[in-house]
């Protein structure tokens, strides 16, 4: 994070933040995880980038659903359906458990 504040080429903010999310969620650290998709969107504000709103969604979606927030499923689902749209099936595993694990 530090070399980032200090600048650095887009690819790095852009892998920094998918991959912070996914060990984030990893751990179970969901405030990072917020904190890193909303670094993210922020990033990509002034040129989305679709691949990254997807990551956005989902670690949101991921850390909604291990809190047990009000309106997780619909982020989940939502977010499910935006990362199969994007064929990015290394992401739909996460999304298939809380999914399962949600309608039990």
């Known amino acids: 994070e530090d ?7 887009s690819h790095n903010y852009l892998e920094f933040y998918h991959l912070g999310i ?4 990893g751990i ?7 904190r890193y998709a909303a ?6 504000r002034e040129e989305p980038v679709p691949w ?3 990551v956005i969604a ?7 659903a291990a809190n047990a927030a009000s309106g997780a499923d619909e982020l989940v689902r939502d977010a499910l359906a935006a990362t199969h749209a994007m ?7 996460g ?10």
């Open 87 to 93: 064929q990015w099936d290394d992401l739909l595993p």
């Open 52 to 54: 990254a709103n997807v």
């Open 28 to 34: 179970g650290d969901t405030p990072r995880v917020l």
């Open 3 to 9: 070399l980032l504040v200090r600048g650095c080429v």
């Open 95 to 104: 999304l298939l458990r809380a999914t399962s694990s949600r309608e039990r």
């Open 39 to 44: 670094q993210l969107e922020a990033y990509t």
């Open 58 to 64: 989902r670690g949101r979606a991921l850390a909604a």
């Open 22 to 25: 996914e060990v984030a969620l």
